[in-house]
């Protein structure tokens, strides 16, 4: 069985609503999509009461996305 590659999403550097390509297979990732049709979340960790990172998973090519720098609200 083919092991899922895995990457790591800087969303300080993405520019607009916070959609992106999946780093392998180009397949728009968008923070608004709940339905999990194109990505699944697999872990989140959280630091007190701030997101530190996100753990993603596309259905498409089944890579593996580690999202981090989100934004602290002040």
Known sequence: MKQPLI???????????GDFPCPNCGV??????ETENVYRILETK??????EELVIQCNKCESKIHLVGFIIPE
Do not use: A, M, R
Not at 28 to 33: A, M, T
Not at 46 to 51: E, N
């Open 28 to 33: 728009v990732i968008s923070p608004e999509d």
């Open 7 to 17: 990457y790591q999403v800087d969303l300080t550097k993405i520019h607009g609503e």
């Open 46 to 51: 959280v630091k007190g009461q701030t997101l």
